[in-house]
C-alpha cells in the first residue's frame, strides 16, 4: 500500500500557483519523496523528488518539512495542461539500482480558466 | 529526460492468445520495470529487471507472465495466455540517475 495520504482533488485557477499537499508520516530516513501526474491515461510523468531539502525545477517546487512527515508540490503558474492526477511516492533510492514506484491515488487537479 | 517507446500503441488480442509488448528505451539503461492500470484504477508495479534478471515482482506477476530483453535493447512483456482481466494500460519504465521513467503505453484490450 502507498506511504502517502493526499487529497482526492483540488482546484487552481489558472496562472495561480497550485500548491499540492501530501502526508507521509511514516517516512523513513533512507525514503526520498517523489512526484509525479498522469494526464489522462498517459505515463507517469516525473516531476521532481527530494530527501529533505527543498528543491526546485523548471516545472515545480518541493517544499519539505523539517520533520520530514509532509510536503507540498507547488506549481507556480499553473496552465490548463496542468489538469492531471498528481501523485506523491516515497521510495527508498540506491545508486545504480531500482526501487519500484508504489502509487496511490494521487489528487486530481482540475485547473479552470 | 531519457525516451522511451512502447509499441503497440493499442492490441486488441482474443481471450487465451499471446501477446507481447514491447519497450524501447532510447539509450541504454539497466534497470526497466512494467507496471500497469487497470482503467478507473490506481497504476501497479508488476515487475523490475536488472541486467538481464528479474529482481522483484509483484503477486500480480504470475507464471503467465514474463519479461527479457532479447536483443539487448528491446524490454519485452509476455503475457501467455490472455485473460478478460489483463485488459489495462501496461508502462514500461527505465531507471535514470534517480528517477524512473515512463513510456505512453500500450492499451490491451482482451475480448
Known amino acids: 500500500d502507498a506511504k502517502t495520504t493526499q487529497p482526492p482533488s483540488m482546484d487552481c485557477a489558472e496562472g495561480r500557483a497550485a500548491n499540492l499537499p501530501c502526508n507521509h508520516s511514516?517516512?523513513?530516513?533512507?525514503?526520498?519523496v517523489y512526484w509525479y501526474r498522469q494526464i489522462h491515461s498517459q505515463g507517469p510523468q516525473y516531476i521532481i523528488h527530494?530527501?529533505?531539502n527543498n528543491e526546485t525545477n523548471e516545472m515545480a517546487s518541493l517544499i519539505i518539512t523539517e520533520d520530514r512527515k509532509s510536503s507540498t508540490l507547488i506549481l507556480p503558474h499553473a496552465t490548463l495542461r496542468d489538469t492531471a492526477v498528481y501523485y506523491c511516492?516515497?521510495?527508498?533510492?540506491?545508486?545504480?539500482?531500482?526501487?519500484?514506484?508504489?502509487f496511490g491515488g494521487g489528487t486530481r487537479l482540475m485547473v479552470k480558466p | 529526460e531519457p525516451e522511451v517507446t512502447q509499441t503497440p500503441s493499442h492490441q486488441v488480442t482474443q481471450m487465451g492468445q499471446e501477446v507481447i509488448l514491447r519497450c524501447v528505451p532510447i539509450?541504454?539503461?539497466?534497470?526497466f520495470y512494467w507496471y500497469r492500470q487497470i482503467l478507473g484504477q490506481k497504476v501497479e508495479f508488476l515487475v523490475s529487471f536488472y541486467n538481464n534478471e528479474i529482481s522483484e515482482k509483484s503477486e500480480i506477476f504470475d507464471d503467465q507472465f514474463s519479461v527479457e530483453r532479447p536483443d539487448g535493447s528491446n524490454f519485452t512483456l509476455k503475457i501467455r495466455s490472455t485473460k478478460l482481466e489483463d485488459s489495462a494500460m501496461y508502462f514500461c519504465?527505465?531507471?535514470?540517475?534517480?528517477?524512473?521513467?515512463f513510456g505512453q503505453g500500450t492499451r490491451l484490450t482482451v475480448v
Open positions: 519504465a527505465i531507471e535514470g540517475v534517480l528517477e524512473a521513467f
Open positions: 511516492i516515497v521510495r527508498v533510492v540506491e545508486y545504480n539500482a531500482g526501487n519500484m514506484l508504489t
Open positions: 511514516t517516512i523513513s530516513g533512507n525514503e526520498y
Open positions: 527530494g530527501l529533505k
Open positions: 539509450s541504454n539503461h539497466l534497470y
